[in-house]
């Protein structure tokens, strides 16, 4: 059955009133990070390790497929704070994976987050402070056996700039599941 197929699915049985099959196990939303600290789950900065920013564990019902999608936003700056062409750089590698793999930007599903990040200093006129806002949406899709599955979402900074950070908010993963 195709994810479309299931979506579809899905409407159809909240339409007719059932939720017979959210509650059967085919669909999952795990928690969202930074509920309890305004929504801020993580900041990056200089001397950052990978950081595993959202988990879900699925019981998958039989073997199938399985898409698993993340939602979040992060906002990127440079703090330099002065007038200067000191740009900073802020390179982060993303992926949606199983268990404790690493993370691969050009794995599937994975994504790179390459900024060069004006200083916030700059104009000194300026009312407003110069930051990026980046959509952390991504999808893969794995093959599983029935029973326990554990899937990350993983960052790893590959280079961060003194006085550049990033700082992710609300970031969560879903399940939808396919049987074979």
Known sequence: MSIQRVAL????????????????GN???????GGSTGGVCFTFAPG????????????????????VTVNGTMQCGNNNGVESNAAGVVD??????KDDDAPLSDGPG?????????????PTTASVLYSNA???AATRIFSVKRGKNV????????????NAFCTLFNTGLQVIFSPK
């Open 48 to 67: 950052g390790t990978t950081q595993t920013l959202s988990s879900i564990k699925y019981d998958a019902p039989s073997a199938g497929t399985v898409a």
């Open 110 to 122: 994975g994504s790179r987050y390459p900024m060069r990040l004006v200083p916030t200093g700059l």
């Open 134 to 136: 980046v959509n952390l």
């Open 151 to 162: 899937f990350n979402y993983k960052i790893t900074p590959l280079r961060v700039d003194t």
């Open 92 to 97: 982060l590698a993303a992926q949606i994976v």
């Open 9 to 24: 699915v899905l409407v159809a049985s909240f339409w007719a009133g059932g939720g017979a099959f959210a509650s059967d």
């Open 27 to 33: 669909m999952k939303a795990g928690p969202r990070c």
